[in-house]
């Protein structure tokens, strides 16, 4: 069966400091794998998406900055963080032909920037 | 703009009784509709996922409703446990590359003793 990892699972990091986060699918091959963010009170945000090794693509200009250096693992990083970079960070991972482009969820990493 | 819209953003009811929660759409072109669940620090998790030619999709407790001609869904639990308490969201899937979807804010629903 296919099980999808993130960590840290929280993390408090000062303004102004790098960020690496990462995700890592197993069990598939070939998955699509996403970024969002979802802020207090607010819907998911897609923030990066990428159909392959080293093939990113980013919705909403930001700070943020995604790489996928092996098929099963995405990462999101950041220079310099700001404090609305805060926020519950999700990966997701959905099969390329799969039943009705269904996305599954990994457990979140809670950001706090102070 | 691909918009979906829930309502109520929040609710509260007893265990043991019924609910119902709205979702409303303006996605083009449609592709799917999914109801996920999500406990609080948690991923969401999938409940339901209802195509255009489907209107009505059950999971348990669960029931999800869709009327693709006025573009609204529905999901309806039933004999609420406390386990229930969680916040709800409406997913809308668009046709296209990369398996976009549209979130709604979620319904935050508790059920109390």
């Known amino acids: 069966s296919q099980t999808i990892h993130q960590w840290p699972a929280t993390l408090v990091q000062p303004v102004g400091s790098p960020l690496s986060l990462e995700c890592t699918v197993e069990?598939?091959?070939?998955?699509?794998l996403y970024w969002y963010r979802q802020a207090a009170g607010r819907g998911l945000q897609l923030l990066f998406y990428?159909?392959?090794?080293?093939?990113i693509s980013s919705e909403v200009p930001q700070n943020l900055s995604a790489s996928r250096p092996q098929d099963r693992q995405f990462i999101l990083s950041s220079k310099k963080l700001l404090l609305s970079d805060s926020g519950f960070y999700l990966c997701a991972w959905s099969a390329l032909a799969g039943d009705h482009n269904e996305q599954f969820f990994g457990p979140g990493t809670r950001l706090t920037v102070l | 703009k691909n918009q979906v819209e829930q309502s109520p953003q929040s609710l509260i009811i007893l265990e043991g009784k019924n609910c119902t929660l709205q979702c409303n759409y303006t996605v083009s072109p449609f592709s799917n509709l999914r109801w996920y669940k999500q406990d609080t620090g948690r991923g969401p998790v999938s409940l339901t996922i209802?195509?255009?030619?489907?209107n009505t999709k059950s999971n348990g407790r669960y029931t999800a409703t869709l009327d693709a001609d006025t573009k609204q869904s529905s999901l309806h639990i039933t004999a609420s446990q406390l386990s229930d308490s969680a916040s709800y969201i409406c997913?809308?899937?668009?046709?296209?590359?990369?398996?976009?979807?549209?979130f709604g804010t979620g319904t935050q629903l508790k059920v109390e003793l």
């Open positions: 997913v809308v899937s668009s046709t296209g590359g990369g398996n976009k979807l549209t």
């Open positions: 069990g598939t091959s070939n998955p699509n």
């Open positions: 990428s159909v392959g090794i080293g093939q």
């Open positions: 209802m195509t255009f030619s489907e």
